[in-house]
């Protein structure tokens, strides 16, 4: 028999129940799905991350206490806690050491646990600004600039100013038609006098990056307390040629400072561009793992869908089986025609899985501000696992349909 | 009622089956439908086919129309023999030899009737302009040329059941089996089947017509009764008085 006659003969049998292989495709569509999907996005962003997008800014690198990807649990994550803190005067020692070898040394200390609500004049911010404190190097580190007033200087931070420079939203918010610079603003009870604020930034990975208020590291101390903090450096070479060498001389520089002994291992985390992507394609692997596993089992569901809705339509048409058998299709026609129809109800599912996973992962993407790309193997990869799905789970209800009795079948009703 | 022209000459034999026999295991106990029946059908006959229900009719048809294969006994189609057939050969000899007729017409009920003519040239592989065509002539044929595109329950029973005729001729058989084709249907619209059957007898179909009314079999050139699975008698004509014993 032809195959456009059986291809003709399965769309027709699905047409008549719309509504029932609807369901059972969109089974398959959702395993595909959230596969395509997610390869997708992840596939966009590491592209990205291979071909040039830097996570911190040009030549930066950075010594925290908690490295980057902190997904291991138990006791990985009990080594990291159980690290002496980062403290203000390790990091003073070190930015001593460092100065002059590097173009900038940011100090930064945030605090998470403060949800920042700023007031002026009774009105007030949304409660989610973040707190920071840091130095005149925070700026640049971060990629942030200054909108209009100034930057924090030196003298603030020796001073312990009560000085601040605010994000945009805060802006926004308390001073919409004047101006915010030299107005103070109340915040967790305490009173700070506004020197800047940062141009826009916009979000990035879905968080505003407009929620921020900068004050001296020092005065952030007296306010919100030293104790329990641990202090993030980050240190900007003067070159891409330097950085190497600046690279090298800061990590000496920060185990004089945490006065660590030659045999000593490092105790704390280096975060270069370089160590973010691994870190990043790491935990790449760990969700494409469970994008992988979560899809299996939604198409091992949906298969079984499949065979489920196979056996339905068997019995439901023997009658038809029957006929047929008495004018001459052979048990292989059969087979076939009931073979066709699962692949085919697969297969349009998995296709429909695939279009909408790539296009809501490139939008995805599209929002963490990665290159859009195609992922031919995920796709190809998709049309022969529904394949193997409609063929899988499609056998036994076709081989049942095939192996009726033509005496049987048609006297049926 | 026509004449039966009884003198008109034999054609080479068709169907020939000798002592056949057919088990059925139900549980512990065995059914023995046909206890060795022997029956020679030649080209171009009208053969009715009439027992009561138990006789070991329906068995005999399906033997007949190739859908089972018997216990025992030599069953030959066109000089070939049939009952060591494997499926796909007797699904073959369906497609080709044998058109059938059911008494609910077994029309595929989402398909058009040119679609439902089509069928047994779709498994006979014939290429799709000419099964158009030859499902279209034959619906002609039949008289419902104007009709090819509807859906069965678009249609009268007895326009159902000449699309079946139709479909059982488009691949020009060597016979066509009737099981009661008239039993799901009006006595006057059943005369309407009944003479496209003697239609297609005249223009030299072999018909195997298998009832239980005698009025129907009377139609038939030759009648055949069986009891308990064996042969009672084999007439030709239609005799009134054994098929008034017979059916009881």
Known sequence: ?413 | METRDLTRPRGPIVIDIENITKDYVMGEETVRALRGVSLKIHRNEYIAIMGPSGSGKSTLMNMLGCLDTPTSGRYEFNGKNVAEMNDDELAAIRNREIGFVFQTFNLLPRSTSLRNVELPLIYAGIDPETREQRAAEVLADVGLGDRIHHKPNELSGGQRQRVAVARALVNRPSIILADEPTGNLDSKTGEEIMALFEDLYQRGNTIILVTHERDIAAHARRTVHLRDGLIESDHAGFIPEIDMATVG
Not at chain 1, 52 to 78: C, H, M
Not at chain 1, 82 to 106: P, V
């Open chain 1, 1 to 413: 028999m032809l195959f456009k006659e059986i291809i003709k003969m399965a769309l027709s049998s699905l047409g008549v129940n719309k509504l029932r292989s609807s369901l059972t495709m969109i089974g398959i569509t959702i395993g595909v799905f959230s596969v395509i999907s997610v390869m997708t996005a992840i596939g966009a962003l590491q592209y990205s991350i291979e071909h040039g997008i830097s996570f911190l800014g040009s030549n930066i690198f950075q010594f925290a206490k908690y490295p980057a990807n902190v997904s291991a649990s138990g006791d990985v994550r009990e080594k990291y806690r159980n690290r002496r803190n980062i403290s203000y005067q390790q990091a003073l020692h070190y930015y001593r050491l460092m100065e002059g070898e590097a173009r900038e040394i940011c100090l930064k200390c945030f605090a998470y646990e403060v949800k920042g609500q700023a007031v002026y004049n009774g009105v007030k911010t949304t409660p989610s600004l973040l707190i920071v404190g840091s130095n005149r190097s925070f700026l640049t580190a971060n990629a942030f600039t200054l909108g209009y007033g100034r930057n924090l200087n030196d003298e603030d931070v020796e001073l312990s100013r009560r000085v601040i420079v605010v994000g945009k939203m805060v802006e926004k918010r308390l001073f919409p038609h004047e101006t915010p610079i030299n107005k103070v603003i109340r915040m967790s009870g305490h009173t700070y006098t506004i020197v800047g604020v940062l141009a826009e930034k916009g979000t990035a990975f879905g968080q505003s990056q407009d929620d921020i208020c900068i004050m001296p590291i020092t005065r952030f101390f007296e306010d919100y307390g030293e104790a329990k903090r641990t202090v993030n450096i980050a240190t900007q070479a003067f070159s891409a040629d330097t950085y190497n060498r600046t690279f090298d001389k800061a990590i000496g520089a920060m185990r004089i400072a945490r006065g660590l002994r030659a045999d000593q291992e490092n105790d704390f985390e280096i975060y270069s561009n370089d160590s973010l992507k691994s870190a990043f394609v790491s935990i790449a692997g760990v969700v494409r793992v469970g994008a992988f596993v979560i899809s299996f089992i939604a198409l091992v569901a949906a298969g079984i869908g499949i065979m489920n809705i196979m056996l339905v339509s068997v019995t439901e048409r023997t009658k038809e089986i029957g006929i047929r058998k008495s004018i001459g299709a052979r048990s292989r026609d059969i087979l076939r025609q009931f073979l066709t129809e699962a692949v085919f109800i697969s297969e349009a599912g998995g296709i429909l899985g695939i279009v909408l996973g790539i296009i809501v992962g490139d939008m995805l993407a599209a929002w963490l501000q990665a290159e859009l790309i195609f992922p031919y193997g995920w796709a190809i990869t998709g049309v022969l696992v529904c394949s193997a799905i409609g063929i899988g789970f499609g056998l036994y209800p076709a081989y049942r349909a095939a192996s009726l009795d033509p005496i049987e079948a048609l006297r049926y009703e």
